[in-house]
């Protein structure tokens, strides 16, 4: 069987991202939709959410409701010290490795709790049997987050520095179970050798998934991109970064981070707790605001036009 899972914890004093804590609650809301959505389109696999901490109501009976399994697993590894920007982000990792310890499965996709499944993840499966999936985040190489996250690769390998490291997201990872236990495996070396040095990785779990790729790749082990499976979707005012790839690829999981899990997660959180379903994929993406998936009739014409002129 095929497994889907979202991890979660939560602790004192540990920091969800680089800005404020938003609160369990609203990860809570956006994990119903995740795992809600991902066993409605995918009914045949299971779902499950792992955490260090009991679910509170009503959430736990709306994940139990949407036929999702809680799994209880501690944070003990992958973990760094509390104030650490994006600490409870590591907690993935370690969820990773308990699943693979823990539970039985051929092929195994661990997905962000801000995301939406809007169609089956047939073709990821068959995908995952080839290699490990990522996200792969669109930043060039001078990109600060993409440069720091170099920079740390240099500091364990200076030979060969300095590095340009593909940029991996944290939202997905995805393969069968012998490919994710040999990436697990460096990821547990990475982690090891960045406690023995004292490093502190300002930039969450990607720091480590991010060499692990690039150690994966060097010796030979395949590393994709899972970008026709997910996407990033900043649906924010400051911030809109969007694609018509939802329609025409089609995306299989909206991803929607910063002021998605306020606002569209949280319609459809209440959407589907009151009616026991969520609205139809075009309800979804007016929701979110996503752009149409054609040009402009007016400019489109007026360019035809003009391309129609003489020279």
């Known amino acids: 069987m095929d497994l889907i899972f979202t991890a979660f914890a939560t602790l004192d004093g540990f920091?969800?991202?680089?800005?404020?804590?938003?609160?369990?609650?609203?990860?809570?809301?956006?994990?119903?939709?995740?795992?809600?959505?991902?066993?409605?389109?995918?009914?045949?696999?299971?779902?499950?959410?792992?955490t260090n901490a009991p679910v509170p109501a009503?959430?736990?009976?709306?994940?139990?409701?949407?036929?999702?399994?809680?799994?209880?697993?501690?944070?003990?590894?992958?973990?760094?010290?509390?104030?650490?920007p994006w600490s409870l982000a590591f907690y993935k990792l370690c969820a990773l490795s308990w699943v693979l310890e823990h539970l039985t499965f051929d092929r195994c996709v661990m997905m962000d709790a801000d995301t939406y499944t809007q169609y089956p993840l047939?073709?990821?499966?068959?995908?995952?049997?080839?290699?490990?999936?990522?996200?792969?985040?669109?930043?060039?190489?001078?990109?600060?987050?993409?440069a720091a996250i170099s920079r740390c690769c240099d500091a364990f390998y200076p030979?060969?520095?300095?590095?340009?490291?593909?940029?991996?997201?944290?939202?997905?990872?995805?393969?069968?179970?012998?490919?994710?236990?040999?990436?697990?495996?460096l990821c547990g070396e990475i982690y090891q050798e960045m406690q023995a040095r004292k490093v502190l990785p300002q930039d969450g779990d990607e720091v480590i998934l991010c060499i692990a790729a690039w150690r994966a790749l060097r010796t030979g082990r395949p590393v994709r991109a899972a970008n026709a499976y997910i996407w990033r979707y900043w649906l924010g005012a400051r911030h809109y970064f969007v694609s018509t790839n939802y329609?025409?690829?089609p995306i299989c999981i909206l991803h929607l981070?910063?002021?998605?899990?306020?606002?569209?997660?949280?319609?459809?959180?209440?959407?589907?707790?009151?009616?026991?379903?969520?609205?139809?994929?075009?309800a979804v993406w007016r929701l979110c605001g996503l752009p149409a998936a054609h040009p402009p009739l007016l400019n489109t014409l007026w360019v035809r036009l003009l391309a129609a002129l003489p020279d």
């Open 247 to 249: 329609c025409l690829v």
């Open 159 to 185: 030979d060969g520095a300095p590095h340009v490291l593909t940029h991996f997201g944290g939202e997905l990872v995805a393969g069968c179970r012998g490919r994710l236990q040999e990436f697990m495996d």
């Open 58 to 84: 009503p959430f736990d009976s709306q994940l139990h409701k949407a036929g999702v399994t809680i799994y209880q697993c501690p944070f003990e590894r992958f973990r760094f010290r509390a104030d650490l």
């Open 122 to 146: 047939t073709d990821l499966w068959r995908e995952a049997d080839e290699a490990v999936l990522l996200y792969q985040v669109p930043h060039p190489a001078s990109q600060p987050m993409a």
């Open 15 to 50: 920091r969800e991202n680089a800005d404020a804590n938003r609160g369990s609650d609203v990860y809570y809301r956006c994990i119903v939709v995740a795992l809600a959505s991902a066993k409605a389109q995918n009914p045949d696999c299971q779902v499950a959410l792992v």
């Open 257 to 282: 981070p910063g002021s998605g899990k306020d606002r569209q997660l949280k319609l459809l959180y209440r959407r589907y707790t009151k009616q026991g379903v969520f609205p139809d994929r075009r």
